[in-house]
């Protein structure tokens, strides 16, 4: 089976630029996570969506970032517009029993803004 | 809140040693569980174990132990004889028990194992 799958990758983008990252977790998860991950913070939890329902945005660090679930098998994690302190690595996962459960983790996307 | 604290930031070691792994936990909560999570070079993690908050059972798997101590609050992990691929950031992370919970991680612990 697939694990969650996150594009791109890679992104190098210059600061105001919309950034526009993807996800596709694991089918019949219920649960999707999108973490950031940076030397100085560790990883930090942004938002989180139960059956597609955002449950707690409290880890967005501001209007600029959103996030969207609209079917069970892709999320968006939009910045715009992005600035180079949101240079990180972002982490979708996503897990059957939210939280008190294995996380299932992508290959994250590292974002570059310049 | 919950908090989880890995005192320890980077950890080195030659290959064929043990190294232990801290983890102190805080939360008000009854129920609760804990993990471990590896980061290998390559980026991605990886879930180690899981523990809830009823059971202080040590658990061995393979060069793998666990120590959980609800008197401590804490939560370490040992590697025997450690080897090269052990080389790592290892996460210690804390979530309630609760349908909506959250996962809570430490700053991680970058172990260095060297040949």
């Known amino acids: 089976d697939a694990g969650v799958i996150q594009s791109p990758r890679h992104e190098v983008t210059e600061m105001g630029q919309e950034v526009t990252l993807r996800c596709k977790p694991i089918?019949?998860?219920?649960?999707l996570f999108w973490y950031r991950q940076t030397m100085m913070r560790g990883l930090e939890l942004l938002i989180y969506?139960?059956?597609?329902?955002?449950?707690?945005d409290s880890g967005m660090p501001e209007d600029r970032f959103s996030a969207k679930m609209p079917n069970a098998s892709f999320s968006t994690l939009k910045i715009q517009p992005s600035e180079p302190r949101d240079s990180a690595v972002y982490f979708c996962?996503?897990?059957?029993?939210?939280?008190?459960?294995?996380?299932?983790f992508g290959e994250g996307s590292r974002l570059t803004v310049l | 809140a919950q908090k989880v604290t890995q005192a320890q930031t980077e950890i080195s070691v030659v290959e064929k040693e043990d190294v232990t792994l801290d983890c102190v936990y805080e939360?008000?909560?009854?129920?609760?569980?804990l993990f471990w999570y590896k980061q290998p070079p390559s980026g991605e993690l990886v879930f180690l174990i899981r523990?809830?908050?009823?059971?202080?059972q040590n658990e061995i798997s393979g060069r793998y132990s666990w120590n959980f101590q609800k008197s401590t609050s804490s939560f370490n992990f040992t590697i025997t004889a450690s080897q090269v691929v052990d080389s790592a950031v290892y996460f210690c992370?804390?979530?309630?028990?609760?349908?909506?919970?959250?996962?809570?991680f430490g700053k991680g612990i970058t172990l260095s194992v060297r040949p």
């Open positions: 996962a996503s897990s059957l029993w939210g939280g008190a459960g294995e996380l299932f």
């Open positions: 089918s019949g998860h219920d649960y």
């Open positions: 969506f139960n059956n597609n329902v955002p449950i707690d």
């Open positions: 939360t008000r909560d009854t129920t609760y569980y």
């Open positions: 523990r809830n908050s009823f059971d202080e």
């Open positions: 992370a804390l979530s309630g028990a609760g349908a909506n919970s959250k996962l809570t």
